[in-house]
């Protein structure tokens, strides 16, 4: 089985920060790409990270994804979770393109241990990572994916992302999670 670990927060929690923190000590990756669905696998760590991660790229991951590759993304998780060469292999994601309960839902399905993560930070904190970035999302943007991930809090672990020791100490516990 295929252990899935997806991070959602709202805009300036940490997620893409966590996950680039996070790759350097996976090993050697290359890329993957197939229909909609692309990523870096990390053979060594026996893990695949969905999204892109280019350096100077504002908003990574899954975000990097077309609007519409969630159901490519789907299919191509089922075949991954049936595929006995993958077994004992970690899928992790992070963002707002895949964080939903469609998606959470299927992962679940396909494993059951499946762990979700929801960043979360005081609001003078994400209004000043906000600003730092020179984020110019819509208010009413942020209040829909504050509504979105409420819906969503009950099937999540909360994980406080206010510093860079929290977030180092997310690293080590993803790398714990990942086995790696």
């Known amino acids: 089985m295929i252990a899935i670990i997806g991070l959602g927060g709202v805009p300036g929690t940490g997620k893409s920060t966590l996950v680039r923190n996070l790759l350097g ?16 696998v990390y053979p060594t760590a026996r893990t695949f990270v969905l999204g892109k991660y280019e350096a100077g790229e504002r908003y990574p ?13 789907a299919q191509w998780l089922q075949k991954l979770a049936t595929d006995p060469n993958f077994d004992g292999w970690n899928l992790l994601f992070e963002g707002d393109r895949l964080f939903n309960l469609k998606f959470l839902t299927l992962c679940k399905a396909v494993s059951p241990a499946s762990r979700f993560i929801l960043l979360t930070a005081a609001p003078e904190i994400l209004a000043a990572r906000r600003a730092e970035r020179g984020d110019t999302m819509a208010g009413a943007f942020v209040k829909g994916r504050e509504t979105k991930l409420a819906n969503l809090k009950a099937h999540c672990e909360p994980w406080k992302s206010e510093t860079e020791a929290d977030r180092d100490a997310n690293t080590e516990r993803l790398l714990g999670m990942l086995g790696a």
């Open 25 to 40: 000590r996976l090993g050697t990756a290359r890329a993957f790409k197939g229909g909609l669905v692309s990523g870096t």
């Open 61 to 73: 991951g899954t975000d990097r994804l077309s609007m519409s590759a969630q159901p490519d993304v």
